[in-house]
């Protein structure tokens, strides 16, 4: 992706700040304690967060007493992230982009991006991760993207055709992501020559949504996003109506996630 797009994409997430924290699903804790379980984590132990966003990602690991700081670029998520984990005295959390920001004294021994790695400039990002690491210190980044199984629910096949309708259908031959089959993709921190990977876990979820519920899930990915305003218009009025036909409304989502373990050479 082209350094502008990739920019102008990942700041738009600001926009959805409001509802953020409540559309986006929450993370199995089965993914949490993989990341302590391999990094053996100390509880006195130093984690910077890449893009917290809303700290979606941040809470369970500020639960746990965990000193965090966090760089996110947006003002607004940056804002919603101290409103959502107020209270919490050992996470400082700093409204910046991980390229630009000027780190304390010390070192940390774990970097955790949730969602947000792929929105960091590739020529940056390993590199400053290696230079706030301890030696050995570990990585892990992991995302949460939509998945359908075999016997999934077919709203997400049958709704296609409006994506379609709306010139935002997938392109020819694109392949539909299934669970426990989504790519590791391991290859780009190998070639950083700075991390071993030393850990790779796919996990798998499921969430259940009305049809507002799932609009404003909607509303926080960069594609919809960024829609022209007839397309989701004429997508959610849609998403609404076929709902609006099941019996209960709803409709089931199922996750995918793949985490990945790295450590510092």
Known sequence: MPDADRERLGQSFDSASDFYQRARPDYPPALIERILNVTE????????????????????????????????PGPALAAAA???????????????????????????????????????????????????????GYLAIWGAGPVIPYDGDPFFTEIQEIYDEIGEGRPPNARVPRPGELSEQCTEIEASGLFDVVDVRQFDWQTAHDAERYIELLNTFSGHIAMQDWQPKRLYAEIRRRLGERPDGQLRCHWGAVLRIAQRS
């Open 82 to 136: 101290r409103r959502n984990l107020v209270g919490f005295d050992a996470v400082k959390i700093e409204q910046v982009r991980f390229e630009d920001w000027v780190p304390g004294p010390g070192s940390f021994d774990l970097v955790i991006a949730a969602a947000s790695w792929s929105w960091v400039d590739p020529d940056v990002r390993y590199r400053k991760a290696a230079e706030v690491l301890r030696p050995r």
């Open 41 to 72: 984590l100390a509880p006195d132990g130093r984690v910077l967060e890449v893009g917290c966003a809303t700290g979606k990602a941040t809470l369970p690991f500020a639960q746990r007493g965990f000193r965090i700081t966090c760089v996110e």
